[in-house]
T-cell receptor
Framework: DTAVSQTPKYLVTQMGNDKSIKCEQN?????MYWYKQDSKKFLKIMFS???????INETVPNRFSPKSPDKAHLNLHINSLELGDSAVYFC??????????????????FGAGSRLTVL | SQKIEQNSEALNIQEGKTATLTCNYT??????LQWYRQDPGRGPVFLLL?????KEKRKERLKVTFDTTLKQSLFHITASQPADSATYLC?????????FGQGTELSVKP
């Protein structure tokens, strides 16, 4: 059983189109994330949800809209795709340890990634 | 500005040697630091976590050190094997987020 699964694995589309990536985790985690990895391999956090509530929203264009129907699912919808959106998008999950870091630690389990190519 | 820097050049070593990877950071005060391994076409996989009050952590052939004065973590793989070839990412905690470095690609030659 895959712990964090994303679909689709590959997505090739034209500029201006709208697309979605879906993510599901079966680890019982309460927090889920979207990260973007660009061609230089930098992994940048985009969003985080805890129990369906948005808790992290980095400076991301509002063409990107995450949705979490329940704590096991987190989807990412992208409107009006641009060339610069081409990247690998990773979903991840963890147990929530609080935004102050606390005494716990957010250890992330990642999905295999969804490679988006915008032509 | 805040930065996390890892060796940008690939590290090539001979099988059996110790690989040492560096992670330096500026203008962060992380409560903990993590190391992940990423293979081509896959997501990062968690390896080790070290907290700010810990100097060193070990797991099998892996060792991590954390120096909050130098703002540096070192990641060691002893008795390296070709199967250790991958990209290794450091990540530090900041305000509930995990911030990643750009990774160092390690290649272990037989």
């Amino acid at each position: 059983d895959t712990a964090v699964s994303q679909t689709p694995k590959y997505l090739v589309t034209q500029m201006g189109n709208d697309k979605s990536i879906k993510c599901e985790q079966n680890l019982g985690h309460d927090t889920m994330y979207w990260y973007k990895q660009d061609s230089k391999k930098f992994l940048k956090i985009m969003f985080s949800y805890n129990n369906k509530e948005l808790i992290i929203n980095e400076t991301v264009p509002n063409r990107f809209s995450p949705k979490s129907p329940d704590k096991a699912h987190l989807n990412l919808h992208i409107n009006s795709l641009e060339l610069g959106d081409s990247a690998v998008y990773f979903c991840a999950s963890s147990h929530y340890q609080g935004q102050a870091g606390g005494s716990g630690a957010n250890v992330l389990t990642f999905g295999a990634g969804s490679r988006l190519t915008v032509l | 500005s805040q930065k996390i820097e890892q060796n940008s050049e690939a590290l090539n070593i001979q099988e059996g040697k110790t690989a040492t990877l560096t992670c330096n950071y500026t203008n962060y005060s992380p409560a903990y630091l993590q190391w992940y391994r990423q293979d081509p076409g896959r997501g990062p996989v968690f390896l080790l976590l070290i907290r700010e009050n810990e100097k060193e952590k070990r797991k099998e052939r892996l060792k991590v050190t954390f120096d909050t004065t130098l703002k540096q973590s070192l990641f060691h793989i002893t008795a390296s094997q070709p199967a250790d070839s991958a990209t290794y990412l450091c990540a530090l905690s900041q305000g509930g987020k995990l911030i990643f470095g750009q990774g160092t690609e390690l290649s272990v030659k037989p």
